[in-house]
């Protein structure tokens, strides 16, 4: 799996927008970015994943750049609730490669009250 | 997204003896994944596991330690077998996703061996 490479650690005030960034220079092109959120004491869970267009949930919004070489992760208005670890991971939707999710260390973000 | 149901979700156990941690889903799953999460560690898949096959182990996992289940679409357990300190960590499954979604994630076993 093509490899991802995030800050350890980054640090918002509440209520104002988050910006995590992912490098992933050798991404493929049936990659998709996908991001997942482990709060303390739970399983990862699910945030969102794109190809090459920027994606909006309710969640957040991942900007890809127009190369894919990096993208970034958008908490609009970051709240207490959104300080946990951000993993950036890349997965092969060809069908040829494996189906598992391959962790990195991510991002830890703390919100500042 | 499926909703998944994992139990214990701790358990403190003696060296040398074996536990099994259950998967339940809620709805049929084709791949179900069992990941290890070390203390301040990220998580390591251990294996994955498809009904009606033997399951595929990764790198430094092997099954007499880890023995995987999956008798259906909706259910497996992963035995820790012949445990030492070292096994101690938060274990847990995951699915794979319908068309368009994101993979789910059990809330863990968090096991402690002394």
């Known amino acids: 799996d093509a490899k991802t490479t995030q800050p350890n650690s980054m640090e918002s005030n509440e209520e104002e927008p988050v910006h995590l960034p992912c490098n992933h220079s050798?991404?493929?092109?049936?990659?998709?970015i996908h991001w997942y959120r482990q709060l303390p004491s739970q399983g990862p869970e699910y945030v969102i994943h794109g190809l090459t267009s920027n994606v909006n949930n309710r969640m957040a919004s991942l900007a890809i750049a127009e190369d894919r070489k990096s993208s970034t992760l958008i908490l609009h208005r970051a709240t207490l609730r959104d300080a946990a670890v951000y993993y950036c991971?890349?997965?092969?939707?060809?069908?040829?490669?494996?189906?598992?999710?391959?962790f990195g260390k991510g991002t830890k973000l703390s919100v500042i009250p | 997204s499926a909703v998944i149901s994992q139990k214990p979700s701790r358990d403190i156990c003696q060296r040398g003896t074996s536990l099994t941690i259950q998967c339940q889903v809620d709805s049929q799953v084709t791949m179900m994944f069992w990941y290890r999460q070390q203390p301040g560690q990220s998580l390591t898949l251990i294996a994955t596991?498809?009904?009606?096959?033997?399951?595929?182990?990764e790198s430094g996992f092997v099954i007499d330690k880890f023995p995987i289940s999956r008798p259906n679409l909706t259910f497996s357990t992963l035995t820790v077998s012949n445990m030492s300190p070292e096994d101690s960590s938060i274990y847990l499954c995951?699915?794979?996703?319908?068309?368009?979604?994101?993979?789910?994630f059990g809330s863990g076993t968090r096991l402690t061996v002394v």
């Open positions: 596991a498809n009904q009606g096959s033997e399951a595929t182990y």
């Open positions: 991971i890349l997965r092969d939707h060809s069908g040829a490669g494996s189906y598992q999710l391959t």
């Open positions: 995951s699915v794979l996703p319908g068309p368009g979604g994101g993979y789910t």
């Open positions: 050798t991404i493929s092109g049936t990659d998709y």
